[in-house]
């Protein structure tokens, strides 16, 4: 009898047949890197005190990114809109508004994020980025004071300065827009991450474009490059140097 049992139940090993494990053994790493930065105190935070200043803000918003948008195209709107005080005021504070949700967003992805603020404490990396772009930007000032100290047209040569706060709140929207559809098409980091570097480089490249054309306005080619060397080459050179030897 306890043979026929036997013969009828097949041993534990047999009956019990080990599984196939389709899904990943390990956390997909774009949605582990997006729980990890967002489960940061600081940078929760951030995101939803400035995401409240731009709502209570979005009246500059609307009225100012319209006329951002013809500088795509012609240089000469930069000048004009420099010459209107309030729109120039508008566009000071948007940018301001949006420096540190780009910083965020920079850190978020790893836009300009060195290796070595990979060894810091999470809650302390979106600091270093804050600060690496703040040590940008103020070099970016004392470049600007340097080059400025015996301009000949000292407005066109301001106005081609500040035309760069008008190209990086156009920039912002179109990093946050493509960062939206990204996450809702769940695009994994690494992806979102190139798409973004490629929409700062043409963004950046065209500002450099348009201030080059406000230069050369009054300025010779040759003192063009030189003050463009100066107020962007050099600078920017100096972050990428950093963000890649760090």
Not at 95 to 105: E, N, W
Not at 170 to 186: E, R, T
Not at 207 to 221: H, M, W
Request: aromatic residues 10%; proline residues 5%.
């Amino acid at each position: 009898m306890e043979c026929q049992i036997l013969q009828i139940t097949p041993p534990a090993q047999e009956a019990f047949e080990s599984g196939t494990l389709l899904l990943p053994g390990s956390p997909v790493p774009g949605a582990q890197s997006a729980a990890v930065w967002s489960d940061v105190l600081v940078n929760s935070t951030l995101v939803v005190f400035f995401a409240l200043l731009v709502l209570l803000n979005m009246r500059t918003f609307i009225h100012i990114i319209p006329q951002l948008l013809p500088t795509l195209s012609r240089w000469k709107t930069c000048l004009s809109l420099d010459h209107n005080i309030h729109l120039c005021r508008e566009r000071g504070y948007a940018a301001l508004i949006l420096f540190v949700p780009f910083c965020l967003l920079a850190d978020r992805y790893a836009l300009v994020r060195p290796s070595l603020f990979d060894t810091f404490p999470p809650q302390w990396r979106a600091g270093a980025v804050t600060g690496l772009l703040l040590l940008y930007v103020l070099l970016r000032r004392l470049s600007f004071s340097l080059c400025g100290l015996k301009v000949r047209r000292r407005e066109a040569f301001l106005a081609a300065h500040r035309s760069s706060y008008g190209y990086f709140i156009l920039m912002l929207v179109l990093l946050l827009a493509s960062a939206g559809v990204c996450a809702i098409f769940k695009c994994n980091d690494l992806t979102i991450s190139h798409i973004l570097l490629a929409e700062i480089l043409l963004c950046y490249l065209l500002a450099v474009v348009r201030k080059g054309q406000i230069l050369n306005s009054f300025c010779n080619p040759f003192l063009t490059f030189l003050y463009l060397c100066g107020l962007e080459l050099i600078p920017t050179g100096m972050l990428t140097a950093a963000v890649l030897l760090l």
